[in-house]
């Protein structure tokens, strides 16, 4: 048996997981980092300005290219690193991360930088481990890939011993051990029972009102093509999770829209009004059902998922099926017609009627010529400007907000990231998805507020040519958190409270050009469209920063 550094193992390794980039902070597995260039330079190191920026690019590289993203930490920012991973646990993203850690031979004595790390991942991660000896690195990695691509994917963490990881120094006999199978979100497909199937059929052809509402494990399991054409087919309207929104075109006639506190208010209402609801790959968490207000509990329901656990959590359920996404559904199309399908004209009709009333509503607000810019008009811009492959990067908050609401995808080949609630996300994770789609559009839509949290990474994303489109909406102001500070004095929009969710008037686009990327000023709707489509065709990073009004709230959801 040939000897080699456990580096080399781990390199190997990262390459026969088709793993492209790896993210970290320097210092940490140096050894490692070193063999990558020698033995795989086409797996890039991209080297990043704060460890939970890092953590969101690995994120966004895993949600695109659904293949796991590697981040990598040592000790003294593995709390960094940690925090960053409460993203991609909550959004179910896998991402294996990798950290330094105490020496036996100096623990409890102050070593310079060292706290017990490890118990911060507990909550965070699926797994969360230690690499002690040399000879376990090949099964303890294979082990983080497994765990972070089965079942509901999510993070997985390693503890590397030595601060800086230098534990990948020490010589092994142990091989590399791949598992292609694991590469990739989902390598097992759990079929259906088909009885559970006929069930749940044959609950959908009884109702008179049924909706499907499709959530992030219908996007894990790419199983957007199965969605539509069973809608299709059954002739039932489609809500979805934010997580969710590019499992069916937002202009596709079953699209109701986003459902829940980030929403569509004629999603909310569609869903409201079924009689029955089949929920599929979705937790049925406070988000997409607004606090298990739409639909009201009670509400015959279905449900669709990968984990048995997931089904009847929040809702109790007339029938389940325990499976992934894409089998089950197939497997739906595949039995439909063995149950008569009611006529269904009259409820369509009447979901056709609400997402009108919704588009009458706010039809001069999404082409509103106002100055300075309302957020809607963005919205807008966007829906009608981005390529049919591109993929859009949402933050939270009112970026959230605005885009569930007044943004459609319009093509089956879109893609649609959004944050699970962390602001700041959005444009470290549109670096790594622009990593994992070199040949997409990646298009980030974030606030000023979301932006300032990474700014210094336009720096990495100018150095490594990473050529994103950011899409700013700047009114220099944390406004969604104006309505609560409001109340709280008293329910007066009082300078004190102002202070407290308002910033200085800053140019993106100056401090963009600054760091070497290209910035554009928009201050009158009329230029939005020109400036998006110079962006697109840049060839390089850019930020578009659109001044808009800071009294522009969005709107609140149905309930």
């Not at 080699?4 to 088709?18: E, F, H, N, P, S």
């Not at 930490?73 to 593995?78: D, E, I, L, S, Y």
């Not at 994917?153 to 800086?164: I, S």
């Not at 840049?538 to 709230?553: K, N, Q, S």
């Amino acid at each position: 048996m040939t000897r080699r550094t456990a580096a080399r193992v781990v390199a190997d390794m990262l390459d026969g997981y088709g793993v492209t980039h790896v993210f970290s902070v320097p210092a940490i597995l140096r050894r490692t980092m070193a063999e990558l260039e020698l033995h795989h330079p086409h797996i890039a190191r991209v080297v990043t300005h704060g460890e939970k920026s890092a953590a969101y690019m690995a994120d966004g590289y895993a949600r695109v290219s659904q293949r796991p993203g590697v981040v990598a930490a040592q000790v003294v920012g593995a709390l960094n690193l940690a925090a960053g991973l409460r993203e991609p646990f909550l959004a179910g993203s896998p991402v294996v991360a990798l950290t330094g850690g105490r020496s036996p031979a100096t623990k409890f004595r102050r070593v310079y930088q060292e706290i017990d790390d490890l118990p911060a991942f507990e909550p965070v991660t699926k797994f969360n481990g230690t690499i002690d000896d040399a000879d376990r690195f090949p099964d303890m990695l294979r082990h983080a890939f497994r765990v972070a691509t089965t079942g509901a994917p999510g993070p997985v963490h390693l503890q590397v011993q030595g601060n800086e990881g230098q534990l990948d120094t020490a010589e092994t006999d142990a091989e590399p051990i791949v598992e292609p199978q694991f590469a990739r979100v989902p390598p097992i497909r759990p079929a259906p029972d088909d009885d559970a199937v006929t069930a749940v059929l044959r609950l959908l052809a009884e109702a008179r009102r049924p909706v499907l509402v499709a959530g992030g494990g219908v996007r894990s399991s790419r199983a957007g093509a199965e969605l539509v054409a069973l809608a299709e087919a059954l002739r039932i309207p489609v809500a979805t999770s934010a997580n969710g929104k590019d499992t069916i075109p937002g202009t596709h006639p079953l699209s109701a829209g986003v459902v829940g506190t980030y929403s569509r208010e004629c999603a909310n209402r569609v869903v409201a009004r079924a009689d029955l609801v089949c929920f599929v790959g979705t937790g049925t968490g406070s988000m997409t059902t607004h606090f298990w207000a739409v639909p009201p509990i009670g509400t015959p329901a279905v449900q669709i998922d990968l984990e048995p656990s997931q089904l009847g959590r929040n809702y109790p359920l007339r029938a389940s099926v325990a499976a992934d996404a894409r089998a089950a559904l197939g497997r739906m199309l595949a039995l439909a017609d063995r149950q008569p399908q009611p006529d269904r004209t009259a409820w369509l009709a009447e979901v056709d009627r609400l997402k009108a009333e919704w588009r009458d509503r706010y039809r001069e607000v999404l082409t509103s010529d106002a100055v300075p810019v309302r957020p809607e008009r963005i919205c807008a811009e966007l829906t009608a400007g981005l390529p049919g492959d591109a993929v859009l990067v949402v933050d939270t908050g009112h970026a959230g907000m605005w885009m569930a609401q007044f943004h459609d995808t319009t093509s089956a080949e879109q893609g649609y990231l959004r944050s699970a609630g962390h602001l700041g996300w959005a444009f470290s994770a549109g670096v790594g998805a622009k990593c994992a789609a070199p040949d997409r559009p990646v298009v980030v839509f974030t606030g000023d507020a979301g932006l300032y949290y990474h700014l210094g990474e336009i720096e990495t994303a100018v150095r490594r040519r990473v050529n994103l489109v950011t899409v700013v909406n700047n009114n220099h102001g944390g406004n969604q958190s104006r309505r609560g500070f409001d109340r709280a004095y008293g329910g007066q929009a009082t300078e004190q409270a102002r202070e407290l969710w308002t910033y200085h008037d800053v140019d993106f686009a100056r401090i963009a050009e600054q760091m070497g990327a290209l910035g554009i000023r928009v201050d009158r709707p009329g230029d939005l469209a020109g400036a998006l489509d110079r962006a697109l065709h840049a060839g390089r990073p850019v930020v578009v920063d659109v001044h808009t009004d800071i009294a522009v709230a969005a709107p609140l959801p149905v309930g």
